[in-house]
């Protein structure tokens, strides 16, 4: 049964950091590309960032600079470094795993909230 927990999400102050992680059992991790997602209220869910099996980064234009995605894969688990926070990112994040025939896997999400 595949899992991905998601953690690491909280209330912080605009300006301030969080490290999300998501723990993925399972899956053979290093044979998945992992991604970050996230869903403000109201809004559609939208890529953060993403990190291949070779851990290349990709990441949105709204985050670059700020948000940084790693991996390790001695402890399958992914991480999302949010430096910087505005209140625009207040949103649930969610970690996703594709493997190689581009199935996803999905986490319950996280919840970061940031305050003006």
């Known amino acids: 049964q595949v899992q991905l927990v998601e953690s690491g999400g909280g209330l912080v102050q605009a300006g301030g950091s969080l490290r999300l992680s998501c723990a993925a059992s399972?899956?053979?991790?290093?044979?998945?590309?992992m991604g970050w997602y996230r869903q403000a209220p109201g809004k559609r869910r939208e890529f953060v960032a993403s990190?291949?099996?070779?851990?290349?980064?990709l990441s949105a234009d709204s985050v670059k600079r700020r948000f940084t995605i790693s991996r390790d894969n001695s402890k399958s688990t992914a991480y999302l470094q949010m430096n910087s926070l505005k209140p625009e990112d207040t949103a649930v994040y969610y970690c996703?795993?594709?493997?190689?025939?581009?199935?996803?896997?999905w986490g319950q999400g996280t919840q970061v909230t940031v305050s003006s």
């Open positions: 996703k795993a594709q493997n190689f025939r581009g199935y996803d896997d």
């Open positions: 399972g899956i053979i991790f290093s044979e998945n590309v």
């Open positions: 990190i291949t099996r070779g851990g290349t980064p």
